[in-house]
């Protein structure tokens, strides 16, 4: 059987790792818009969290498995279509993942000096798309919507020694920028309270350690919330404990009783309702916010608008409300208010022989593991769907034959993994010279002429 896998993320390589694993005979191909391989993983882990790219090392070795072949710089759904791949392959899984972000749909969001969290972190990360964001960072107090794990990462980047920041893959450009930053204070909003924020222990525990930074918690939002989280899962107890505790630590008076040049907070109950412009109506001065209550409790609880408002001054705001799938190819069925593939365990409705696995398939939530987990579910769909002789083989299909002809005719050259594995060496041999484990190329032109296309 000849299977594609559509995106080179966690989804798409564990769906291809589980297949190849479980199947003797399956070959898979795995095709990529970008010329470089990984996904999120490349383009969404902080450049300070190296351990959690270490899955790339488990990636090129499916890779490089005889039975696998990769093609980047092939745009499924305008090089090559996907009714032109399922009549190439047995099998089409789609695991692209969600390249776009959710708007916040209120006045002033486009001004100057309004960011997306998706278009920020592809920023330092070096995502070719983002490469000329140029975020002003003149400003002193920074806001970032959201109470996610991804708002933390951004506000650790902003924060963090520079020292610490050269050692990582962080882009060059985003670490001069850095190096100008006036940014002393960013704020964490979100529209429900303490016990409902999205992001991790561990990430808040990186956020109070960071060297130079002090932690701005107001008490007060923590009120009666030890008796409420006694009977909470371990991972929400913990994790308000920590909250609850480091609101109530007295700031440790650095010399002479100097308070730390740089501060983060975490804002509770506050929906943004508009971005104030300057008074020249050229950019983003600060955000009016609506005060909350919320409904119900546990993660279901909403919150609802008391009627108050309040206004805080911020020249820069980053949304990190979450990413957002988009279709592919009008053959595709897709969900557009939930951002999915309709789909029943990776099998997608109504069209045999579709798969989707990752964030398209179940919506942009959870770490590479959750990912690992949900790509296995589907790679097993196709598994049984082989084996129940849902899925008719006995008609040979030509894979990369049929579509090598169709990209030629439309001047399309994809690119190879042993083309990538040239890439990787020169962002590291650049990454070297300045001491960090590697320099991304972030101009996909420039990726095409280190491997003379």
């Not at 995106?7 to 795995?30: E, N, R």
Request: contains cysteine.
């Amino acid at each position: 059987p000849r299977v594609c896998v559509v995106g080179s993320g966690p989804a798409g390589f564990y769906t291809a790792q589980h297949i190849l694993k479980h199947h003797g005979g399956a070959l898979v191909d795995i095709y990529e818009k970008l010329p470089v391989p990984f996904g999120l993983v490349r383009f969404g882990v902080a450049p300070d969290h190296p351990e959690v790219k270490n899955v790339i090392n488990t990636f090129t070795q499916t890779a490089r498995s005889e039975r696998c072949a990769y093609y980047g710089n092939v745009t499924v759904g305008r090089d090559v279509m996907v009714p032109e791949l399922q009549q190439a392959y047995h099998a089409v899984v789609l695991s692209y993942g969600a390249e776009d972000n959710r708007v916040l749909g209120i006045p002033g969001e486009n001004l100057p000096g309004v960011y997306s969290a998706r278009a920020f972190v592809g920023w330092y990360n070096g995502l070719p798309e983002n490469r000329d964001l140029k975020p002003d960072l003149s400003c002193e107090t920074a806001l970032i919507l959201g109470h996610g794990n991804v708002a933390l990462d951004i506000a650790r980047i902003l924060l963090s020694p520079l020292q610490l920041l050269r050692k990582t893959d962080i882009t060059d450009s985003s670490l001069a920028a850095l190096a100008c930053s006036k940014v002393k204070r960013v704020w964490l909003v979100g529209r429900r309270g303490p016990l409902q924020v999205a992001f991790t222990i561990k990430e808040l525990r990186e956020m109070i350690n960071l060297p130079g930074t002090r932690a701005v918690l107001d008490p007060a939002d923590f009120t009666g919330l030890e008796n409420a989280v006694k009977d909470a899962p371990r991972p929400r107890k913990r994790l308000t404990e920590l909250m609850i505790k480091t609101a109530l630590d007295k700031p440790v008076e650095v010399q002479a009783g100097a308070a730390a040049p740089r501060a983060w907070g975490l804002k509770f109950q506050r929906s943004p309702q508009e971005v104030l412009p300057s008074a020249d109506g050229r950019r983003a001065r600060g955000i009016r916010m609506a005060l909350t209550r919320l409904e119900g409790s546990g993660d279901s609880a909403k919150a609802i608008p008391t009627g108050d408002v309040e206004e805080l001054e911020c020249g820069l705001v980053l949304s990190s409300i979450g990413y957002r799938s988009l279709p592919l190819d009008p053959a595709v069925p897709f969900d557009s208010q939930h951002g999915v593939i309709p789909n029943s365990s990776g099998r997608v409705e109504g069209v045999p022989g579709l798969y989707c696995s990752g964030w398209v398939k179940r919506g942009p939530t959870g770490v590479i593991i959750t990912t690992m987990n949900d790509s296995f579910d589907t790679a097993q769909s196709v598994l049984e769907d082989l084996q129940r002789g849902v899925l008719d083989i006995s008609p040979s299909r030509e894979g990369f034959g049929v579509v090598e002809n169709i990209l030629r005719s439309r001047g399309v050259r994809p690119v190879s993994f042993s083309d990538w594995e040239k890439i990787d060496a020169a962002e590291v041999a650049r990454g070297k010279a300045a001491g960090k484990p590697r320099e991304k190329i972030v101009d996909p032109a420039e990726m095409l002429r280190i491997i003379g296309h």
